[in-house]
């Protein structure tokens, strides 16, 4: 808040914890563990909002942050990676 300065209202608006889960598909939530603990908050209560149907996979990835997370994406045998292979196969 203090360097973007967003309402409330706009806050809602943009967070999909606030949207409505999606009809099919499902969604993988994860966040490095070296985030604050308001983004660490945020990726539970899309999980809470959503339910386990629609949020299966909810996780802090270790030593990660918004950066470093994405890296790991492409590298074999990382989490995410395997995330992302397994949302491929289904």
Known sequence: QETLHLTEA??????PAW??????GWLASVVGGDETAE???????I???????AVPI??????LNHFSVLE????PGQR???I?????RT
């Open 72 to 75: 790991t994406l492409a590298l």
């Open 10 to 15: 706009q806050v809602a608006r943009v967070s």
């Open 80 to 82: 995410l990676h395997q």
């Open 39 to 45: 983004f660490l908050r945020h990726n539970q209560l």
């Open 58 to 63: 909810c996780e802090k990835l270790p030593g």
């Open 47 to 53: 999980e809470q909002a959503w339910g386990k149907q």
């Open 84 to 88: 992302a292979l397994e949302m491929l």
């Open 19 to 24: 949207m409505s889960a999606p009809q099919t």
